[in-house]
């Protein structure tokens, strides 16, 4: 057991021998514990010297080194859900070095990724897609007789969204030879591993009971009556010393629950399984933070962290501005206390939305629903048409998952459901998986719905308030991390939908036209090339008699921290041909590419929506 994350290199004889899969299957059996050991040690110190993912790694570190030392990677294929959990996977695939630069620009992913290593079979980072996948590839190594094997490892937390079970339910139906791993890592599944189950566990996993098993089919196979009689005895069995009926039901042959930090155990129970045909579900306990002690009496607060200095001295004190989560969470709990129809509901972000204190405060209505995006959307939907007021807390990238609940549940219908959108715009480090960088082009293409982009903490609360008063589906997207410091009022003051705001009168010409978080970098071009700057609050509606009032314009700049195609810039050419309005418009945004991971500045940067950049770009549109 660790107890401090070391802040120097460990010495790691025998993690420096298997620095390939290949490598790996070299060494005996007996030398494993030790490798696991070296493994752990080195993630905390790697992830101490970089920051990033935490607890779920230190999990799976004993499954991780199963898999590779038993299949023949990367021939055969494991598919990791979400990825938090895969930078031991990444150790011991060829990038330990790479480690220390992870999610670092121009360093590796946080995440698997296809085009990085041929280890990492499918690209993750949202949940639940593993089963699916790897049943892909399953049915692809059926079709074209490859042979190669499949698992898939999810985490508890996964299972709890429906396209897992879909996946589940036609693997089953396709009988098709894969393994999937359920890492239960909260124990908010299973029943507590014990003597018996863990007994029963390598009973149904061997051989021999799978021989004894298909020998019973042949004898009673003229019998229906007898053979129904012996399965469901199994099935009985099984059910009361496991959770593995609902699997079984499903197709597959459960096995379960067992130790997932028990090597000797992993090792046998997966060697049997291996070969097996037909699909297997494999159970396995974990501890998020295994082996670092105050990682495991805090799994939520150590599920990622940040890099160690190694020099108290230069430390910067930590901001106290608030977060935009934060204006959020206090706005949220100040409208339920205002409206007892108020009611959150949250796809199992609850710290991520800053809703911990209205879980408290109203715990009858507050609804985490688990991973389950398109549920917490046509819940909301359900809830809306019998009075009640949802309010949707959810990522940008989360909700392109419950796009179809969106359009078809909510807005055809125009229930009084309102979308708090976190994560809005380029998240950093977490790269192009979790960037909320569509929604504005998604979204105002509904009808029904209106949208807005707050450009500081006073204009998203203000915001939340009239999106949550308007009578109909409505949006606020604000930006991951705080604001440029603006005081909040503590009122629930509205604002005019579909009204801008001018932050800046020039006599140059030009308009910039700016849409949420850019705003103030905009406000600093503006007042270098003496330029008129309208915070235009609203996509959807688009404050038309402001634009009108440009027809004179020399030229039209709009800036967002969004997809420029069909974003708000988009919006905003559209009206100004319908009314032939024949001013010069120049689009800022993100290209049609997709930004890898760097910090946020950095991001910012590179796509020229930091104030330099900004005013870069008008100057060169300027000499063409």
Known sequence: MFEEIPT???????????????????????????????LREFMLYSVGQTGGHFGAGLGVVELTVALHYLYNTPEDRIVWD???????????????????NIRQENGISGFPKRDESEYDTFGVGHSSTSIGAALGMSLAARQLKTGRKTVAVIGDGAMSAGMAFEALNHAGDAKADMLVILNDNEMSISKPVGALSSYFARIWASKTYDHIRKSGQKVFSGL????ELARKAEEHMKGMVSPGMMFEEL?????????GHDLDHLLTTIANLKDRSGPQFLHVITKKGKGFEPAEGDPIGYHAINKIEPDPKPRQEKSNLPKYC???????????????????????????????????????????????????????????????K???????????????????????????????????????????????????????????????????????????????????????????????????????????????RTLHTGQSGIVICSFGRPTYDALATAKNLDTTLIDMRFVKPLDEQALLDQRDAKLIVTVEENAIMGGAGSAVSEFLQANNINVPVLHLGLPDQYEEHASHSAMLKRVGLDSSGIEASIRQKLTK
């Not at 197709?251 to 130790?259: E, H, S």
């Open 251 to 259: 197709g597959f042959n459960y096995i379960g629950p067992i130790d």
């Open 390 to 500: 949802p309010v949707v807390a959810i990522y940008s990238t989360f909700l392109q998952r419950a796009y179809d609940q969106l359009i078809h549940d909510v807005a055809l219908q125009n229930l009084d459901v309102l979308f708090a959108i976190d994560r809005a715009g380029l998240v950093g480090e977490d790269g192009p998986t979790h960037a909320g960088v569509y929604d504005l082009s998604y979204l105002r293409c509904i009808p029904n719905m209106i949208v807005m982009a707050p450009s500081d903490e006073d204009e998203c609360r203000k915001m939340l308030q009239t999106g949550y008063q308007y009578e109909g589906p409505a949006a606020v997207r604000y930006p991951r991390g705080t604001g440029p410091g603006i005081k909040l009022e503590d009122n629930l003051d509205i604002i005019n939908i579909g009204q801008s």
């Open 82 to 100: 979400v990825g938090h959990q895969a930078y031991p996977h990444k150790i011991l695939t060829g990038r330990r070095e790479a480690l220390l």
């Open 326 to 388: 934060n204006v959020f969470g206090q706005w949220v709990c100040d409208a339920a206390e205002n409206d007892s129809k108020l009611v959150a509901i949250t796809p199992a972000m609850k710290e991520g939305s800053d809703l911990i204190a209205f879980a408290e405060r109203f715990p009858d209505r507050y609804f985490d629903v688990a991973i389950a995006e398109q549920h917490a959307v046509t819940l909301a939907a359900g809830m809306a048409c019998d009075g009640l």
């Open 8 to 38: 120097t290199r460990p010495d790691t004889p025998l993690l420096d021998q298997a620095n390939i899969p290949a490598n790996l299957r070299a060494l005996s059996k007996e030398q494993l514990p030790q490798l696991v050991r070296e």
């Open 224 to 227: 229906p009556s007898a053979l």
